[in-house]
């Protein structure tokens, strides 16, 4: 079974899909990212993703899905599974993930920790595959933490 569902993860069988607090206002409903990213190793071992010419190709589908006066909230579709795919174009599109330490900027990260974020909002929220013995076809939700939507919360508060 293990091995079934590593295929279907390696050959797109896996429909899987984020949520994710964004800094700033998100203006388009739908928006497919169609660029190439690349690992990088920092010195001190840390690895980091940029977009490059020279980078696998990689899609992520954004769709907006409300707007606040501080950030907005979207669903992230990954069409390819690289390494830190959905933070590296959200970030490159100028709209950072609340609470992304490595991509997203200090300014708009202390105005999240003033709200009461403690971490990064991006959360694997749906996945969509077939059982790897019967082939029906699972729909599986995880509700948001009480931390994020807290946040959430407070930001349709107006907060």
């Given at each position: 079974?293990?091995?079934t569902?590593?295929?279907l993860i390696?050959?797109?069988g896996?429909?899987?899909?984020y949520?994710a607090?964004?800094s700033?206002?998100?203006?388009r409903?739908?928006?497919l990212?169609d ?7 920092l010195k ?5 993703v940029?977009v490059?010419?020279e980078?696998?190709p990689s899609r992520?589908?954004?769709r907006?899905i409300q707007?606040?006066a501080?950030?907005s909230?979207?669903e ?6 690289r390494t830190?795919?959905?933070r590296?174009?959200a970030?490159h599109?100028?709209?950072p ?5 490595r991509?997203g900027?200090s ?5 999240w920790?003033s ?10 929220w ?6 790897p013995?019967s082939g029906?076809?699972?729909h599986?939700k995880?509700?948001?933490s009480?931390?994020?939507?807290a ?9």
């Amino acid at each position: 079974m293990l091995r079934t569902l590593h295929t279907l993860i390696r050959d797109d069988g896996v429909d899987k899909r984020y949520l994710a607090l964004i800094s700033g206002k998100w203006k388009r409903r739908r928006q497919l990212v169609d660029v190439p990213l690349r690992k990088f190793v920092l010195k001190g071992g840390e690895r980091m993703v940029r977009v490059d010419r020279e980078g696998k190709p990689s899609r992520t589908e954004f769709r907006r899905i409300q707007t606040f006066a501080e950030g907005s909230l979207v669903e992230a579709r990954l069409l390819t599974g690289r390494t830190h795919q959905i933070r590296v174009h959200a970030a490159h599109l100028g709209h950072p993930i609340a609470g992304d330490e490595r991509y997203g900027r200090s300014a708009d990260n202390g105005r999240w920790h003033s709200l009461g974020l403690r971490r990064m909002f991006l959360h694997a929220w749906q996945l969509d595959l077939p059982h790897p013995v019967s082939g029906e076809r699972l729909h599986l939700k995880a509700p948001l933490s009480a931390e994020l939507q807290a946040l959430l919360d407070k930001l349709k508060q107006g907060l």
